[in-house]
């Protein structure tokens, strides 16, 4: 049972052009969504994140956006470079009031290509 | 500024081995995990632990065990080695202090191979 959802495997953009990377969940205890970027052989590393009583976030040449009724949301990378060229995981965290413990669920990643 | 150590980064198991990955945190985080990546699926949660002594369940915590016996280190065991269990595996930690809305730092991951 995935309760985070990538459905495409991978991407590819030209460089300069708008990437976009989308994730579903199923789980509305959801509360706090973030989207990671690795690099082969390396650690995952935090991009951006946001609450869900936010629908967009944004942080230089990335934003976040979140519809929390279709249970969606998508990573926008604008302009792609090839230093983009990575796999980008989303997670959710379950929100349990005082007993959260902070685990994430992750998506199964997108890797993205981007053409020089 | 280690951050996140995981040592070995590298080991081939046979079948029926056993083993331990380390996991040592310099940021004086309350919360570690261990993870585990396969091809597909993406980061699946084996064991966490929100402080030392204490340890749980996550996701796919069959044929793991962990331990927590000092804040800045996390164990993972494997007792008994199946070709199942081969994959990468990431140690990760964060702090309380932002309650459920915090980022994971992870480490670089260690890469077990079992025959």
């Known amino acids: 049972d995935q309760q985070v959802k990538q459905n495409s495997p991978s991407l590819s953009v030209q460089e300069g052009r708008i990437s976009i990377l989308n994730c579903d969940y199923t789980?509305?205890?959801?509360?706090?969504f973030l989207w990671y970027k690795k690099y082969p052989a390396e650690g995952p590393t935090f991009l951006i994140s946001?609450?869900?009583?936010?629908d967009k976030n944004e942080d230089g040449r990335f934003t976040v956006f979140l519809n929390k009724s279709a249970k969606h949301l998508s990573l926008h990378i604008v302009p792609s470079q090839p230093g983009d060229s990575a796999v980008y995981f989303c997670?959710?965290?379950?929100?349990?009031?005082?007993?959260?413990?902070?685990?994430?669920?992750f998506g199964q990643g997108t890797t993205l290509q981007v053409k020089p | 500024n280690a951050g996140v150590t995981q040592t070995p980064k590298f080991r081939v198991l046979k079948t029926g081995q056993s083993m331990t990955l380390l996991c040592a945190q310099d940021?004086?985080?309350?919360?570690m995990y261990w993870y585990r990546q396969d091809p597909g699926m993406g980061l699946r949660l084996i064991h966490y632990?929100?402080?030392?002594?204490?340890?749980a369940k996550g996701e796919v915590p069959d044929g793991y065990n962990v331990s927590r016996l000092k804040k800045q280190n996390f164990l993972l065991g494997l007792e008994s080695a199946a070709p199942s269990q081969t994959s990468v595996y990431f140690c990760?930690?964060?702090?309380?202090?932002?309650?459920?809305?915090?980022?994971?730092?992870f480490g670089e991951g260690s890469r077990l191979t079992v025959l």
């Open positions: 990760a930690s964060r702090t309380a202090d932002r309650g459920y809305a915090g980022e994971l730092f």
């Open positions: 789980n509305s205890m959801f509360d706090y």
């Open positions: 946001i609450s869900s009583i936010k």
């Open positions: 997670a959710a965290s379950p929100s349990h009031g005082s007993s959260n413990t902070g685990k994430l669920i």
């Open positions: 940021m004086n985080h309350e919360y």
């Open positions: 632990s929100v402080g030392e002594g204490t340890t």
